[in-house]
C-alpha cells in the first residue's frame, strides 16, 4: 500500500460556468513530488509528450541558487495527478480542500516547472513548493496549458533585469559592479546617453552588452582585480580609464557620434568588440609597466591606428558581424588591426 500525503489545498474555478476546469494549489515538499514526477519530454521523432528536453546546465544554475541564496519560488509548479486522489470538503470553507494523495511513481505529471524541480532534487535542499495540481486531465489539455504559458508569456527584457539587482543587492561582485559602471557610463562621458538602462526609452544600446562584456573584466583574475583597479575609490578609477578610452575614440570617430545609425560601433556588436579590445590595451599597459593606468593620451596611437583601418559603417559592417559569433569576429579584427603596435 503507498504512502499517502494528506494536505488542504484551495481550489480554484477560473469562470463558474466552467467548473471542469477548476484545479487546486497547495504547498507540499519537493522531495514528496519529485518521487511521484513524471516528465513527458517531446522527442521529434515519437511525437509524443509535451515538455522541452531537460536543459541540464538551467538545473544547476537552479539548484546553485538553492544553495547559496536565501532561495524560495513563488510560482508554482503546474502538475496532473493521475493515480486517485480522495477530495473531500472542510466544513464552513467551501473554497477549502482536504486532499489525499496516494505517493506514487510517475503519477504526478509535470506540465510546467520541469527544471524547478530538478533543480531543487540536484541540490540535495528539500524545501516546501507551491503547486498547482488538475486531477487527471487528458494529454490535449495538458499540452494546451504548457503551450499557453510558454508560447503567449514575453520574456522580460533582460536590460530590464539587471536594472532589478539595484534594489535586490543580493548578486555577486562581478554583477553588481558591471551595473554601476554601465549606470555611470550613462550618465557621464562620451557615453552618456546612449545606454538603455532598462532595455527601452532612450539610448541606442542595450545596458544588457555593457553588462555582460564587463563582467569579463572584473572575474578573478582578470584586468580591473589586479592592485592598481581596486584601491579605494575603485568605481572611479574604472570608469575614468573607459571614459577616457571612448573619448579618445570619440576623437576619430566624430562622425559616428553625429549620426550612429550608419555605423556599428555604437550598436550591440561594436560595444562588445570595442570594451574587449580596451581588456587587451589595458592587459597590453599593465604588462608593460606594472600597475600603469592609461589616460586618453596612452589610447591616441591606437585608436588613431584603428580609424585609419576600419570605418565601422553599417553598410560595409552589419551583415558580417550579427550575433555572438560576429561580435567575436569583430573583436578579433580589430585586435588584429592594432597587434602590430602591440608586440612593440
Do not use: C
Not at 19 to 27: K, M
Amino acid at each position: 500500500m503507498s504512502d499517502i500525503l494528506q494536505t488542504l489545498a484551495l481550489k480554484v474555478t477560473p469562470k463558474k460556468d466552467q467548473p471542469d476546469n477548476s484545479f487546486y494549489v497547495l504547498a507540499m515538499p519537493a522531495s514528496i513530488l519529485a518521487s511521484m514526477k513524471l516528465i513527458p519530454v517531446r522527442y521529434p521523432t515519437l511525437r509524443k509528450g509535451i515538455q522541452r528536453l531537460t536543459d541540464e546546465k538551467r538545473v544547476k544554475e537552479i539548484a546553485n541558487y538553492i544553495i547559496h541564496k536565501e532561495a524560495s519560488f513563488p510560482n508554482t509548479i503546474i502538475v496532473s495527478f493521475t493515480g486517485d486522489v480522495n477530495v473531500s470538503e472542510v466544513d464552513g470553507l467551501p473554497d477549502l480542500f482536504r486532499l489525499e494523495i496516494p505517493i506514487i511513481p510517475e503519477t504526478a505529471v509535470i506540465i510546467d516547472g520541469q527544471h524547478r524541480l530538478l533543480g531543487i532534487e540536484y541540490s540535495g535542499i528539500d524545501m516546501n513548493i507551491l503547486v498547482t495540481a488538475f486531477l487527471k486531465i487528458p494529454e490535449e489539455k495538458q499540452a494546451a496549458i504548457f503551450r499557453d504559458i510558454n508560447f503567449y508569456q514575453r520574456k522580460v527584457n533582460k536590460s530590464l533585469m539587471y536594472d532589478l539587482f539595484h534594489i535586490a543587492k543580493d548578486a555577486d561582485y562581478p554583477l553588481m559592479r558591471a551595473i554601476d559602471i554601465a549606470e555611470r557610463l550613462n550618465e557621464e562621458g562620451p557615453l552618456q546617453g546612449l545606454i538603455k538602462l532598462t532595455g527601452v526609452g532612450p539610448g541606442i544600446v542595450t545596458q544588457t552588452i555593457f553588462v555582460e562584456t564587463l563582467q569579463q573584466f572584473l572575474k578573478p583574475e582578470r584586468i580591473f582585480t589586479r592592485p592598481q583597479y581596486e584601491e579605494v575609490g575603485s568605481l572611479e578609477i574604472q570608469l575614468r580609464v573607459i571614459n577616457s578610452y571612448y573619448e579618445s575614440l570619440h576623437g576619430h570617430y566624430r562622425n559616428i557620434w553625429e549620426d550612429p545609425s550608419l555605423y556599428i560601433l555604437l550598436k550591440t556588436q561594436g560595444i562588445y568588440a570595442s570594451l574587449m579590445l580596451l581588456h587587451d590595451l589595458l592587459v597590453y599597459f599593465d604588462n608593460k609597466t606594472k600597475g600603469y593606468i592609461p589616460t586618453a593620451r596612452d589610447f591616441e596611437p591606437f585608436t588613431s591606428l584603428l580609424a585609419q583601418k576600419v570605418t565601422f559603417r553599417r553598410e560595409e559592417y552589419g551583415d558580417a558581424y550579427l550575433g555572438a559569433g560576429g561580435q567575436r569576429r569583430l573583436q578579433q579584427l580589430l585586435k588584429e588591426t592594432i597587434f602590430p603596435m602591440l608586440l612593440e
